[in-house]
């Protein structure tokens, strides 16, 4: 079966531009996450969305929004871009919304904002 | 407020000899989860292994442990029989069970390199 896909790999973009980052989760899994990684830290959570519904944001300004579809696919948009958004976005999926759902994750997309 | 410390930045490991990652947490909470992922250069997080609060024995999973001291709260990942493609970052991580969301806190991580 084929694990997390995220596209793009790679994004250069100028700041102020708007950026949309895309995710496909494991097949039969109903929940999906961003997280943002800046170099040198750990992940950072940024959004879960469980059957197309918001179940938890990170603490991150309103520049940045997602949403997840029918086929539980999801899309995380970041607005009006800055230097610090500069980051590896990783997307995991889980079978479940809590509890026991242990959390898969894709290659991620490295986003560099000059 | 959750949070998750690893202390060592980095660590080295002769090949095929075991390695201790060191992971402490910090909550309130009864019920939480801990988990483990490694993160080589490509960028991907592998999940290694988890552990339950309520667990009464320590996870193994393969060439993995995790020594799961709830009391010490420390959750420290043993690597067996280390391989040279063990070398890359690992990050443990912790999960609240009470909140019904799936989010993970991360720590800062710790590079382990295995010498040949």
């Known amino acids: 079966d084929a694990g997390v896909t995220q596209s793009p790999t790679h994004l250069i973009k100028t700041r102020g531009q708007q950026v949309t980052l895309r995710c496909s989760p494991i097949s039969g899994h109903k929940s999906v996450s961003w997280y943002q990684q800046v170099l040198g830290q750990g992940p950072q959570f940024i959004f879960q969305?469980?059957?197309?519904?918001?179940?938890g944001r990170g603490n991150f300004p309103d520049r940045f929004s997602a949403r997840q579809f029918p086929n539980y696919s999801s899309e995380l948009n970041v607005n009006a871009l800055l230097l610090g958004d500069s980051a590896l976005y990783l997307c995991?999926?889980?079978?479940?919304?809590?509890?026991?759902?242990?959390?898969?994750f894709g290659p991620g997309t490295r986003l560099t904002v000059l | 407020a959750q949070k998750i410390t690893q202390t060592q930045p980095g660590m080295f490991v002769q090949e095929k000899e075991a390695v201790t990652l060191d992971c402490t947490y910090d909550t309130s909470d009864p019920s939480y989860g801990l988990f483990w992922y490694k993160q080589p250069s490509s960028g991907e997080m592998i999940f290694l292994i988890y552990q339950g609060s309520y667990d009464q024995q320590n996870a193994t999973e393969g060439r993995y442990s995790l020594n799961f001291q709830k009391a010490r709260k420390s959750a420290n990942l043993v690597i067996s029989a280390s391989q040279l493609g063990d070398s890359a970052m690992y990050f443990c991580a912790m999960r609240d069970d009470q909140t019904g969301a799936n989010n993970l806190f991360f720590g800062t991580g710790t590079r382990l390199t295995v010498i040949p």
């Open positions: 995991a999926s889980s079978y479940l919304a809590g509890g026991q759902g242990t959390q898969y």
């Open positions: 969305y469980y059957e197309k519904e918001e179940r």
